[in-house]
Structures are given as C-alpha cells and as structure tokens.
C-alpha cells in the first residue's frame, strides 16, 4: 500500500496596523511561527497600514480586490488575520475570498487543541473553543436571516441554528461542571502541598523560551520540549531536592504570549492556579530571541493582570550559548544559563538558594544529641547553614519560609 504525503495548507497571512499599533512587526513574524506550528506553510504575507479597521471586512474592499488576486494566484487553502475578527467581518471576507478565513484567537485554539494532552487541558480547550464558537453562530444566524429574508426559508434555518446554540451551550455548561470537579481534587492536592510545608516554585514565561527543558534539567524528567510554541499546556509538578536534603516542588505550565485571548487566560485558569500558589518564581527568558525584552513586558503584564506581580521572581536568562557577548539582562536577580548546559541545573540551585535565604528568617535552635536524627527532617523544609556541639547538645542555626515557622515549632515540640 502507497501512502500519500498530506500536503500542507497553503496559509496568506494578512495583518492592519494602525497609527498606535505597537510591535507589529513581531506581532507579524509571531503569526507566522504560530502558522507553522499548526501546520500551515506560510505563503505569503500582507500588511496594510490604515487610521482604523474596516467595520465590514477588517482590511477594506481596494485591499481585498488585492488579497482576493493573490488567493487566486498563490493557491491560497487559508487566510489568517493577525487580529480579532468580529463574526460579520468573518463571513463576509469568507463570501468574498472563497476560502477559509480564521483570526488569531482561532489560530491559538487550534494549537492549544493539537497540544492538550491531559483529560483537564482538553476539556479547558474545548470549553475556549465552545465559547469563542457561540456568538459566531449567532452572528451567522443573523446573516442567514437577513439573507432568506421571506416565509418558507427563514424558519427552518433559524430553528436548526437554535438547537445548535442550545447545543452548545449544554456542553459548556456541561464541561464546566466537570472541570470544577477536577479544580476540586486539585485544590486538595494543593492543600497537601501547603500542609506538607514543601516549598513551591513554578516556572513561568514566554511560550518557546525553554521551560520545559530546564524543567527536564532539574528534575532529571523527560517532560515533553520542542523548538515550538506552545509545547506545553498542562501543568506538571514534581518534587525535587535543592540540596541535599531540602525538598521543593517545581511546577511547568503554559507559556504566555502577547495578545493571549482573555477566554484562554479564563479557561486555563485553574492551570495557571499552580503558578498562583507558588511561594518562588522562575521567570525563563530566551536570551536569543531579539525581541526578548516585548516579551518579558508581556510576561510581566500578565503577571500583573493575575495579581502575581507581588510573588517573588528570580529571571532565568536561557539559551546564553546563542546570544552575542552585548547581551545585558534587564532584571535582577537572575541567572544566565543554556538549559541544556550539564552545569545548568547547579547554576540554578544555587541562585534559588540565594533568593531563598532572603526570602526566609532566621533560628537558631538547640537540639539533645539523642534527637540530632531528627534534623533529617528539618532539612526537608529548612536551609540548615551551620551545625555546632556544645557537651551532649547541637546548636543549629539556618533559615525556614515564614509560612512554616509553626513547622519548626511543631518539630521543637516533638523532640524537646
């Protein structure tokens, strides 16, 4: 049996920029990693620079005489425009081009679909998709009706497009009561966590800046990575020792990216909710990347739009073995490291440990030597620096995280 290749779309990528359109250049190029990421081969490109957007089309009837040329000439399957377009703005550069037409949110949706892995991720993508689908069918409702326009052919079709609306709508609804069934359990594994007293790091950072391979690194995992956006979706979190015996959980999510629709940041929220509760985190840079610095903003806005601005940070410089000797890093503190660097993982661990030492208070306890197995322990949740006898006593002194003081307590209790 022969098999046949399965050609790839041939995608046009159309983008507007207006008078206080910031980045579009990088916005553009984004667009096009996002097209090859789901598979499309980007052929060609179109930009048009106007005072707003054309309420009817997006991008103006002159210009579309233009793109409609270029569909013809350049085989087009797909057109993707590089900004939200409105269902009417949808369907009519559908009509008038012949072919599919999708915006950026929709492009995002299928990567995220193609991605998902977990029971929760797919079920959070297709809750986006539901919802991002459901006032498009309205506004197609309206076109349909405007276009039978008289008795015998408007009814049918307004019927069919109310049982699809209601259709969708049981399944969102339907999925949002099986995702609060998996918020719950997770809630309780966090609630472990936090009972544990283990301290909690997540790393967070543009899409494709190498968070899943400095995960690999420090937990000697093999998480899924690649050279593409939106590698991973679902959150992953392990356990690991920092030291010898200090232990942390270090936790991999779903990079960010600008424009990041506000129904994906809705639907992976409880996703993001394990870098909400983190007590440290790691924000991964691609060093490489020119356009780094749009992107740390973007980062650091949605940071700010979660209220996460407030959780300690340490920057992780990445892919330094790609970048010029010029490179100056704009945040501090940090570490410059190439994850795929066997020294990266101790880079790592011990500028975590030197953030940790601010971050945590001081003791000093005193300790019978009978009980000195017990300091094991200890140094699960505690950064012992110094241990001292003294006749048939051990004086320990090191620093713990203000949330698990009642933990030192609680183990002064038990041994004294």
């Known amino acids: 049996m022969i098999e046949t290749k399965k050609e790839q779309e041939r995608a046009l990528l159309v983008g507007v920029e207006l008078q206080q359109t910031e980045n579009f250049a990088v916005s553009m190029e984004e667009l096009a990693s996002l097209a090859r990421t789901a598979g499309a081969e980007v052929a060609g490109v179109y930009t048009q620079k106007r005072e707003k957007y054309d309420s009817r089309t997006f ?14 000439a350049d085989e087009i399957d797909t057109v993707i425009v590089n900004n939200r377009l409105t269902p009417r703005q949808n369907t ?33 993508v297709h809750l986006a998709q539901l919802k991002y689908m459901l006032p498009r069918l309205v506004g197609q409702g309206i076109m349909l009706s405007r276009q039978a326009g008289g008795i015998g052919s408007r009814g049918p079709g307004e019927s069919q497009l109310e049982l699809d609306r209601r259709s969708i709508r049981h399944q969102i609804h339907d999925i949002e009561r099986q995702l609060k069934v998996v ?7 966090r609630e472990r966590r936090l009972q544990s007293g283990i301290f909690k790091i997540g790393l967070i950072g543009y899409t494709n800046a190498g968070k899943s391979t400095i995960m690999n690194a420090m937990t000697d995992k093999c998480q899924y990575e690649a050279d593409e956006l939106f590698a991973t ?12 015996t ?40 691609d060093s490489s990347d020119p356009n780094h610095a749009e992107q740390e903003q973007v980062v650091l806005d949605i940071l700010k739009d979660l ?55 001081p003791f000093e306890v005193k300790i019978p030597l009978a009980q000195s197995y017990r300091l094991h322990d200890l140094a699960k949740i505690a950064l012992i620096d110094k241990r001292e006898y003294v006749d048939d006593v051990e004086i320990v002194s090191g620093s713990i ?7 030192l307590e609680e183990f002064l209790g038990e041994i004294l």
Do not use: C
């Open 59 to 72: 991008i103006g009837s002159g210009k579309l005489d233009e793109i409609a040329q270029m569909v013809e």
């Open 92 to 124: 009519n550069l559908e009509e008038r081009l012949g072919i599919k037409v999708i915006d950026r949110m929709q492009l995002i949706l299928d990567i995220f679909a193609m991605r998902a892995r977990s029971h929760e991720g797919k079920l959070q």
């Open 183 to 189: 918020e719950k359990n997770r809630s309780t594994v």
């Open 233 to 244: 979706l679902d959150a992953t979190t392990k356990q690991i020792a920092l030291s010898d």
């Open 246 to 285: 200090f232990q942390v959980t270090l936790t991999d999510t779903v990079g960010f990216i600008q424009d990041l629709p506000t129904e994906l940041i809705s639907a992976f929220k409880s996703t993001l909710e394990e870098s909400m509760n983190v007590d440290l985190l790691l924000h991964v840079i």
């Open 307 to 361: 209220d996460m601005l407030d959780i300690p940070r340490l920057a992780v410089y990445n892919k330094m073995d790609k970048t010029d000797d010029e490179f100056t890093p704009s945040q501090f503190p940090h570490v410059m490291i190439s994850a795929k660097d066997k020294n990266a993982k101790a880079h790592i661990q011990m500028m975590v440990l030197a953030k940790l030492k601010t971050m945590f208070v």
């Open 401 to 407: 995280a203000k949330s698990n003081k009642w933990k």
